[in-house]
């Protein structure tokens, strides 16, 4: 780890003297980049990893927080997957605030980074800031969340999961389950609202139900996909509704909370409410095993090598494809091999 002085360093040597001669305008950019990074003390939110390799590709990825075991996972395996890649990464954790996400990706355009990669928070509100990159020449890879904008040169590709199908894997776990059985009451923890995994894994898991009158949606309130919130929407949940048969929650943190609210209540979570989740995290998979979540989605936040892949083919201007999907299973309680499980990396 560099402290953000050494950053400095290393992105001017990596540049080299002779770019600087040429180019003295760039001497004044960089001072004032200094003098700004000197006033702006430690955040405490950056970090870089450098291989010290002058002539490594330099990738600014912007994470959007820290808000559960996968997102712990995804960052992890990104600093290790640069390091496997002789990649020299700028880090920064927005700590779930777009608006960190965008002065971010505004240093890292001032620093003249090779590529940026992000993984957006929210869908909407990219387009100002991505013009900027686009206007300094510096590609962009959208990853783990998708963004919208009216216009696709802005970035360069996406990769990440397909959440839609996340969506319809919950619902196809639920028909099985209750194959034969009356009406299903079904309650939802979302996650946060507006960005892609909220939206997709609503709308995949209804595209199966609907139309089976079997199933009724009775309500979804969002957790932010955080543990805290998992468990104050399902107590409030519990409070509202008399009969609840099944809970489908967005991601794994959220569900542990969710968990924890059930027991309080009296309740046997995977026995008097069905409960289905999504990420595949080591913790989930274990409840899985002990019967107190009866499904479990896989999202996978190991993208980091494709992402270091992808970020090299940028930089040598290379083609890369506009979608790059992770392939995902679903474990079950109708699985008879869930203790045989490689561990799960998160
Ligand atoms: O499911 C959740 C995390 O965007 C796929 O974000 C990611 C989601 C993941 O907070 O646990």
Same mark, same amino acid.
């Given at each position: 780890?560099?402290?953000?002085?050494?950053?400095?360093?290393?992105?001017?040597?990596?540049?080299?003297?002779?770019?600087?001669?040429?180019?003295?305008?760039?001497?004044?950019?960089?001072?004032?980049?200094?003098?700004?990074?000197?006033?702006?003390?430690?955040?405490?939110?950056?970090?870089?990893?450098?291989?010290?390799?002058?002539?490594?590709?330099?990738?600014?990825?912007?994470?959007?927080?820290?808000?559960?075991?996968?997102?712990?996972?995804?960052?992890?395996?990104?600093?290790?997957?640069?390091?496997?890649?002789?990649?020299?990464?700028?880090?920064?954790?927005?700590?779930?605030?777009?608006?960190?996400?965008?002065?971010?990706?505004?240093?890292?355009?001032?620093?003249?980074?090779?590529?940026?990669?992000?993984?957006?928070?929210?869908?909407?509100?990219?387009?100002?800031?991505?013009? $900027? !990159?686009?206007?300094?020449?510096?590609? +962009?890879?959208?990853? =783990?969340?998708? /963004?919208? @904008?009216? *216009?696709?040169?802005?970035?360069?590709?996406?990769?990440?999961?397909?959440?839609?199908?996340?969506?319809?894997?919950?619902?196809?776990?639920?028909?099985?389950?209750?194959?034969?059985?009356?009406?299903?009451?079904?309650?939802?923890?979302?996650?946060?609202?507006?960005?892609?995994?909220?939206?997709?894994?609503?709308?995949?898991?209804?595209?199966?139900?609907?139309?089976?009158?079997?199933?009724?949606?009775?309500?979804?309130?969002?957790?932010?996909?955080?543990?805290?919130?998992?468990?104050?929407?399902?107590?409030?949940?519990?409070?509202?509704?008399?009969?609840?048969?099944?809970?489908?929650?967005?991601?794994?943190?959220?569900?542990?909370?969710?968990? $924890? !609210?059930?027991?309080?209540?009296?309740? +046997?979570?995977?026995? =008097?409410?069905? /409960?289905? @989740?999504? *990420?595949?995290?080591?913790?989930?998979?274990?409840?899985?095993?002990?019967?107190?979540?009866?499904?479990?989605?896989?999202?996978?936040?190991?993208?980091?090598?494709?992402?270091?892949?992808?970020?090299?083919?940028?930089?040598?201007?290379?083609?890369?494809?506009?979608?790059?999907?992770?392939?995902?299973?679903?474990?079950?309680?109708?699985?008879?091999?869930?203790?045989?499980?490689?561990?799960?990396?998160?």
């Amino acid at each position: 780890m560099l402290s953000k002085s050494d950053t400095l360093r290393n992105i001017i040597s990596k540049r080299g003297r002779e770019s600087l001669k040429r180019r003295p305008y760039l001497q004044l950019i960089i001072l004032g980049i200094a003098c700004a990074v000197l006033l702006a003390g430690c955040t405490g939110t950056q970090d870089v990893q450098s291989q010290g390799n002058e002539t490594s590709l330099l990738l600014g990825f912007s994470q959007l927080g820290s808000e559960s075991g996968w997102r712990l996972g995804n960052t992890r395996d990104i600093h290790e997957a640069a390091q496997r890649a002789g990649v020299q990464l700028m880090f920064e954790n927005a700590e779930q605030k777009q608006e960190n996400q965008i002065k971010a990706i505004r240093s890292f355009i001032a620093y003249q980074v090779d590529v940026i990669a992000f993984a957006p928070n929210v869908e909407d509100g990219w387009d100002n800031v991505l013009t $900027e !990159a686009k206007a300094a020449g510096i590609p +962009v890879l959208v990853t =783990d969340r998708q /963004i919208n @904008t009216a *216009d696709e040169s802005l970035y360069a590709g996406f990769v990440g999961s397909d959440f839609e199908a996340e969506g319809i894997r919950a619902a196809e776990f639920l028909l099985e389950k209750m194959n034969g059985a009356g009406h299903v009451n079904i309650v939802e923890i979302s996650g946060t609202i507006d960005s892609t995994p909220m939206r997709q894994r609503a709308s995949g898991f209804r595209s199966v139900l609907e139309g089976d009158g079997r199933f009724t949606i009775i309500e979804s309130i969002s957790g932010d996909f955080l543990r805290s919130k998992g468990k104050e929407c399902m107590r409030e949940l519990l409070a509202r509704h008399d009969t609840i048969d099944v809970l489908y929650s967005h991601n794994d943190e959220m569900t542990f909370g969710a968990i $924890e !609210a059930i027991e309080e209540a009296g309740l +046997v979570p995977g026995k =008097d409410i069905v /409960i289905i @989740t999504v *990420d595949g995290e080591q913790e989930a998979i274990g409840l899985l095993i002990e019967g107190k979540i009866n499904c479990v989605v896989e999202c996978t936040p190991l993208i980091g090598d494709v992402i270091m892949e992808l970020a090299k083919k940028l930089a040598a201007g290379e083609p890369i494809p506009w979608e790059t999907y992770s392939v995902e299973v679903t474990f079950s309680e109708f699985d008879d091999d869930l203790d045989a499980l490689p561990p799960r990396g998160y």
